[in-house]
């Protein structure tokens, strides 16, 4: 396992750990209102917000990086 992959795993592994943080001392329950999309207000409970928000985000950045890249580059072919 190289050092950026064990780097962005340990990152990965603290935000969680700070998900799970707040899923634990935020019980209250929250509204959430986005007209354009929701018709109705949403209340639910704050952890619920907070993993569905992060499951958000992590699903943007996948499709973000996902692909671009070719198979290989021509500049290492040898012939």
């Known amino acids: ?3 950026k992959l064990f780097l962005k795993t340990l990152f ?6 700070l998900l799970v943080l707040m899923g ?3 019980r209250q ?5 986005l007209p354009p999309l929701l ?3 949403q209340n639910q409970p704050a952890a619920i ?3 569905a928000f992060f ?3 992590i699903l943007t950045g ?9 198979g290989g580059s021509s500049k290492n072919k040898v012939e």
């Open 39 to 41: 018709p109705k207000s």
């Open 62 to 70: 996948v499709i973000l990086v996902a692909g671009g890249k070719s």
């Open 24 to 26: 634990m001392h935020n």
């Open 1 to 3: 396992m190289n050092a």
């Open 29 to 33: 329950t929250v509204e959430f209102a």
């Open 12 to 17: 990965l592994i603290a935000v969680l750990l």
């Open 55 to 57: 499951a958000i985000g």
């Open 49 to 51: 917000m907070y993993f």
